[in-house]
């Protein structure tokens, strides 16, 4: 091993640009949130911060809906939120229904397998959302299946599964099998009634509508979900170990599980108190506004939306690259000429898109008029 320094390296302080982030996410945060993380930092040992926990865990679970269970955040990111569910609640070898209309619904199924879970994959194509129907067809045909996962808001194709509905099938079925939803692009931005709807369990991020930094995952969990975790011969990896996590979120006195990034703790905790100073229903309502906004801009310039328009998304657009437009190129062009972020297509399969997020502090008719004002310049004529 050398010690002398890599080629590239200039010791000097990194200074990213200013960007406005209307993409799939991150989203941009309120300053607060910022400030948040500049509070002086104690251990996840202090038993200031453990006070605190029960106050961040009640505003977790006020964004999900949820008043029977528990709520968390781990210390990770979505994708981790996404196989904490699945590594605690099902068990290799037993039998999991995924419903998939896209590059997330596909991650799941992707996970499952890895689980060495048996897979009923249940798939549409990019802009739907696998009907209701065929997933309750699918739960009659494998009684056995311990869970059935959706993608509420599924950030690929700009499509709502509509959650509210299968709970409450599933529950008049009497279903065993608990209900497993990503929240990830829902969360703060559309309603979610996780004890109403049923939903067993649910994981999020931070950094969409909730506008925190990226790296945590918030989690709720169903009383049912919690008496089944920790079962007989059941591995679970310790570091996703949701049982232990209760220990230290719930349990007094508590037992250390892991070092928690507590700035970034301070600032999901702001986002949260944030968003419910501003009153969820009224954040749910900036949402359906500025993505109803901006999406009528884009039709009124010729441009087509990929996601069927009875499951259309509010807080995150996939409109399609008109024949003949390099989607990338513009996507270059609106980061370096005008600073702002647009996501395109995901995956090897996504058809050509741009993905236009309306999400947290920028979910407003002003940021999607300077998002329009963008295109406008680098494409003059619309679709056309
Ligand atoms: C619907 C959905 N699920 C899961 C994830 C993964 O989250 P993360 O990138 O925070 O790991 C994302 C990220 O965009 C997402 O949009």
């Known amino acids: 091993m050398s010690a002398t320094a890599p080629e590239h390296t200039t010791f000097e302080s990194y200074n990213p640009p200013t960007r406005l982030l209307a993409g799939p996410g991150p989203s941009n945060v309120d300053p607060r949130v910022l400030e948040a993380m500049k509070k002086p930092l104690v251990s996840h040992l202090d038993p200031h911060f453990w006070d605190r926990l029960p106050i961040l865990a009640d505003m977790i679970s006020a964004f999900y809906g949820r008043q029977d269970g528990v709520s968390m955040t781990l210390s990770m990111s979505g994708t981790s939120g ?3 569910g699945l590594v605690n609640l099902v068990a290799p070898g037993e039998t999991v229904i995924a419903a998939s209309g896209g590059f997330f619904g596909n991650r799941i199924q992707e996970m499952v397998r890895r689980r060495g879970a048996n897979l009923v994959a249940l798939n549409v194509p990019f802009g739907r959302h696998v009907p209701n129907e065929e997933i309750l067809a699918a739960l009659e045909q494998h009684p056995e299946a311990v869970m059935v996962c959706v993608v509420h808001a599924e950030t690929s194709t700009g499509v709502a599964h509509p959650v509210q509905e299968l709970g409450e099938a599933m529950r008049a079925l009497g279903s065993d099998a608990l209900l497993y939803v990503d929240c990830v692009t829902a969360i703060g931005a559309m309603p979610i009634e996780a004890d109403a709807w ?5 994981y999020a991020c931070s950094q969409k509508a909730i506008a925190a930094p990226p790296g945590l995952s918030p ?8 008496e089944r975790l920790g079962r007989d011969g059941m591995p679970v990896p310790y570091s996703m170990d949701i049982a232990e996590l ?7 006195p508590m037992t250390y599980h892991h070092t928690t990034p507590n700035l970034g703790y301070y600032a999901l905790d702001e986002a949260l108190c944030l968003g419910l100073q501003e009153g969820l229903q009224t954040r749910f309502d900036r949402h359906a506004d500025a993505g109803a906004y901006i999406q009528a801009g884009f039709r009124e310039r010729g441009f087509d939306l990929l996601a069927d328009p009875s499951c ?6 996939a409109v399609c690259v008109p024949e003949g437009i390099d989607g990338k190129a513009i996507q270059g062009r609106l980061l ?5 972020e647009v996501g395109g297509g995901l ?9 236009v997020g309306m999400m947290g502090v920028n979910a407003n008719r002003e940021t999607a008029d300077r998002v329009l004002a ?11």
């Not at 259309?312 to 657009?317: D, K, R, V, Y």
């Not at 370096?336 to 702002?340: A, T």
């Not at 995956?347 to 993905?355: C, E, K, L, V």
């Open 82 to 84: 996404m196989e904490a």
């Open 198 to 202: 049923g939903i067993d369990y649910a």
């Open 219 to 226: 989690i709720t969990l169903s009383t049912r979900a919690i």
């Open 246 to 252: 209760i220990k230290y979120w719930v349990d007094r």
């Open 312 to 317: 259309q998304l509010a807080q995150l657009s």
């Open 336 to 340: 370096n000429e005008f600073n702002i």
């Open 347 to 355: 995956g090897p399969t996504a058809p050509p898109i741009w993905r």
């Open 374 to 384: 963008a295109f406008d310049q680098v494409l003059p004529n619309g679709a056309h």
